[in-house]
């Protein structure tokens, strides 16, 4: 007799709000819409976000330039 009337005796015992959330996950490309909100959000996550990361990783590097620490010197040394 299996255990826990299981096919296999493998004992799991299925959650269906988890089974049901997978599912969603899987398969969004079928439930996914275009709405306001979604597009807010593809906007800040595909354009400002690196926008902001661009320009915080090129103003430290303008100060590293200024002050004359640059990572191309320590690269030439091993060559």
Not at 41 to 46: A, H, P
């Amino acid at each position: 007799m299996p255990l826990f009337n299981y096919p296999l005796g493998l004992g799991v015992i299925k959650n269906k709000a988890i089974e049901e959330w997978a599912h969603f996950r899987e398969n969004t490309h079928k439930t996914f819409k275009f709405t306001k909100r979604t597009s807010l959000y593809g906007i800040v996550f595909c354009i400002a976000v690196p926008a902001v990361v661009h320009s915080f990783v090129k103003e430290e590097e303008l100060k590293k330039t200024a002050v004359g620490v640059t990572n191309h010197s320590k690269s030439q040394d091993y060559l």
